[in-house]
């Protein structure tokens, strides 16, 4: 499904597109999106590793759950 947008660009910023876009500028604002989107997900990705690196109770909570996995396998 596509969707059609109407957006404001300077001229300066118009002159670009239409030089860097050539006729498909769709294509090309889709594919920076994409792309912004992309490091997006993965800056937020990042953050959340990172405070659950920081998280002492979590890693506590984590060890122990490797102990009884471990311990659970150890039995099989």
């Not at 499904?1 to 118009?14: W, Y």
């Not at 670009?16 to 006729?23: E, K, W």
């Not at 594919?31 to 990172?50: C, I, T």
């Given at each position: 499904?596509?969707?059609?947008?109407?957006?404001?660009?300077?001229?300066?910023?118009?002159a670009?597109?239409?030089?860097?876009?050539?006729?498909n500028?769709?294509?090309y604002?889709?594919?920076?999106?994409?792309?912004?989107?992309?490091?997006?997900?993965?800056?937020?990705?990042?953050?959340?590793?990172?405070e659950?690196?920081?998280?002492?109770?979590?890693?506590?909570?984590?060890?122990?759950?490797?102990?009884t996995?471990?311990?659970?396998?150890?039995?099989?």
């Open positions: 499904m596509t969707h059609r947008v109407t957006i404001t660009l300077d001229a300066e910023t118009f670009f597109l239409n030089d860097v876009a050539g006729s500028r769709s294509a604002v889709n594919q920076l999106l994409k792309q912004d989107r992309k490091n997006f997900l993965q800056a937020a990705l990042r953050k959340a590793n990172q659950e690196a920081e998280d002492t109770n979590y890693q506590e909570e984590l060890q122990a759950w490797e102990s996995l471990s311990d659970g396998l150890a039995n099989d």
